[in-house]
């Protein structure tokens, strides 16, 4: 039961990662000698380290980010052994929380003795559902645990006035990852299918039902999430905010699906019936279809399944071994499920990770470093400003409306001014599945008791020992946790060619993302509302346009390429991000002298080798086959080569011909900030 997160926002990511150790400058070692700089930069910057170091088993990508950030794990597993071998900390204190969180979740024996003993409860409550009434009570308490089936209610700014917090109703109840999973033709997601058929058949089994009778329970919890895909927003569409916008009253709730009690759903939820947005009616209309006609015993191997689904890596392994068999190992192309420290490790962060993350910044993130921090953020800021008050595309009057804009970005560093408490979470030694339904209890309740407040700012959207990093249109925030804020992304012994290489340009992404097709539907105040003049708005969707043009050209294998619209908003933040930084760049050494030139190479050849160096991932196959299919990130090679391409600096300070492949041809570059 992972917290909620909110899907309409999608907390703009860079996926990233942090590691431990001084890096001083580039890794020249890395750099792949037989390559060509101006012909494959992403396989030139690091091809000679992916060359010498395979991707693990158990990861479905590799990099010195993605090594880095399994280091970052070391930090948190010592972290929770440390406070896990103490037994007498205060009950409820963040001490007795995290480590008893992580004992319990070590106990393997223990959890293997259990089996499916600590999910019958809820397998059995639903078995005794009888009657539509106790259908909808029972997914009332499984949306208090943070099981999302068939739809999800999470607290969020109001898309036209962000100061207020409201309830959105959002799709979920699906166990693949996304609609075209159930519904395209192609043999990749045919294959899909078969597998997950068999996957919920086997689950079923382990959980004690009968052979035949679980694949007759696969059929129908396919049958059934194949109707809501079929009636939910594709990949594409997710990212429209105007297509999720749907304010509505809560009176106007029992019209659109009036075969649920909103009114019992709401009071047992302990929610006010404030203004509210349904981000898809279609899909609750659907959800209203299937109260109305579906048989009981349908809904009610759905919900077990989601159950079982949501259960399966807290239960025994056979359960992990069999979740990891399609989920991991199909999925991914991993072929080792992860060592069960840092399974738990992860689990503690994410359910508790504000407890876990004030002893993290106390070890891992100094003061001077986000000082350091601060720095390059406001270099990158002005930057920012600078770029847009230079365009020659853009009018006076809109110039003036993204100026504002900028100017009320709002950047978070490291970890919040007030961590969270978990008052009232009772966390034990006994039963690991049994911790993750009191932490995702009290999330789902700390989410809902925002609904009808003001906006608190104060909130992140990520723990302090993600290494990660997001943006926020309806507060137009930047975060970055201090789980990003390590080597090799940065380090505050590293050259600024270095730094504003690597965390710069991510910075620069997070800033790029207030302005790219998503971002710009947002206002300085983070209303969904137009800022643009309609002859603008032509221009900027052209340029847009570009980008998806040179995104849809890159395959990953025959017949498979990029979704340019789905990658379009990170496409933008790449390229704009790596244009700003090294403007930023330029910009923090004037009037200081020259950073040096090391093994050869200058200060602007190591501000993008940083770039290609920290993200230049190897990736399986089967991960990027999911990534094209469902990611709005590009795979790593057209992260590095895509941006780069279309940007003179590059070119520049590799000296690369007109010709090369790593400049793209005047006719089709593309240049959006």
């Known amino acids: 039961m992972v917290r909620s997160t909110l899907p309409l926002v999608a907390l703009l990511a860079a996926a990233t990662t942090a590691s431990a150790g001084a890096v001083h400058g580039i890794h020249p070692e890395d750099i792949n000698r037989n390559g060509d700089a101006c012909t494959d930069f992403f396989d030139y910057a690091n091809g000679a380290w992916r060359q010498q170091n395979p991707i693990p088993n158990y990861m479905d990508r590799w990099s010195r980010r993605w090594q880095s950030g399994e280091v970052n794990k070391e930090h948190v597993r010592d972290i929770l052994t440390e406070l896990s071998a103490k037994t007498d900390w205060p009950k409820g204190s963040a001490g007795q929380l995290a480590g008893d969180f992580y004992a319990a979740c070590m106990d393997e024996s223990r959890v293997d003795a259990l089996g499916s003993k600590p999910v019958q409860p809820w397998l059995n409550e639903i078995a005794a559902i009888n009657d539509k009434a106790g259908l909808q009570k029972a997914i009332g308490r499984l949306h208090d645990v943070g099981v999302a089936v068939p739809f999800q209610v999470y607290a969020g700014e109001d898309l036209h006035d962000p100061s207020k917090t409201i309830a959105h109703i959002y799709a979920g109840g699906l166990g693949m990852p996304d609609r075209d999973y159930y519904v395209k033709p192609e043999p990749r997601f045919v294959e899909a299918r078969a597998k997950y058929l068999a996957h919920v058949a086997k689950m079923f089994e382990l959980s004690g039902v009968p052979a035949a009778q679980a694949k007759q329970d696969a059929d129908t919890v396919f049958a059934f999430e194949k109707r809501l895909a079929e009636a939910s927003f594709d990949n594409v569409q997710l990212r429209d905010p105007k297509l999720q916008d749907n304010a509505t009253v809560f009176a106007a709730l029992s019209k659109l699906a009036p075969h649920f009690d909103w009114n019992a759903y709401f009071d047992a939820a302990k929610m006010p019936r404030n203004a509210l947005n349904v981000t898809q009616p279609k899909f609750v209309q659907q959800v209203d279809r299937e109260l109305a006609t579906t048989p009981l015993p349908q809904w009610k191997t759905y919900l077990q399944w989601h159950v079982l689904n949501t259960a399966a890596d807290s239960l025994s392994q056979p359960f992990v071994e069999e979740n990891f068999a399609f989920n991991g190992k199909f999925l991914t192309g991993a072929t080792e499920i992860k060592p069960r420290w840092k399974r738990c490790a992860e689990a503690t962060d994410n359910q508790l990770g504000e407890a876990l993350g004030q002893k993290y910044v106390e070890k891992y993130f100094p003061p001077e470093a986000k000082a350091r921090m601060q720095e390059m953020v406001k270099n990158i800021l002005l930057a920012m400003d600078d770029t847009i008050k230079e365009l020659d595309w853009m009018d006076p009057a809109t110039k003036k409306k993204a100026l504002e804009k900028r100017a009320t970005f709002f950047p978070k560093l490291g970890y919040p001014d007030k961590f969270k408490t978990y008052d009232g979470v009772v966390v034990s030694r006994d039963s690991a599945w049994d911790n993750v339904v009191a932490a995702s209890r009290w999330n789902v309740a700390d989410n809902r008791s925002q609904i009808g407040k003001p906006t608190d700012r104060s909130r992140w959207g990520m723990t302090p020992p993600t290494s990660n990093a997001y943006y926020n249109p309806l507060q137009n925030e930047i975060v970055f946790p201090a789980g990003i804020l390590q080597p090799p992304a940065f380090d505050v012994n590293a050259t600024d060619a270095v730094n504003y290489g690597a965390i710069g340009v991510v910075i620069g992404h997070e800033i790029s993302h207030g302005f790219d097709d998503q971002g710009a539907q947002f206002d300085a105040q983070g209303r969904l509302a137009n800022w643009w003049t309609p002859a603008d708005n032509k221009k900027f969707e052209a340029k847009g346009e570009c980008v998806v043009k ?105 000296q690369c011909k007109a010709d090369a492949p790593m400049v793209r041809p005047e006719a089709d570059r593309c240049e959006v900030w």
Do not use: C
Request: proline letters at 8%; aromatic letters at 12%; hydrophobic letters at 35%.
């Open 550 to 654: 040179q995104f849809e050209g890159y395959f990953i294998e025959p017949g498979v390429h990029h979704n340019g619209k789905l990658v379009l908003g990170e496409s933008i933040g790449d390229l704009a991000g790596a244009k700003i930084a090294f403007r930023a760049y330029q910009k923090s050494r004037e009037g200081k002298a020259p950073e040096p030139t090391l093994d050869g190479f200058t200060p602007e050849q190591q501000f993008f080798l940083a770039w290609g160096q920290w993200r230049g991932d190897e990736t399986r196959m089967e991960t990027q086959r999911t990534m094209v299919q469902g990611d709005p990130h590009p795979i790593a090679k057209y992260r590095v080569n895509g941006p780069l391409s279309n940007l003179p600096a590059f070119r520049e300070a590799f």
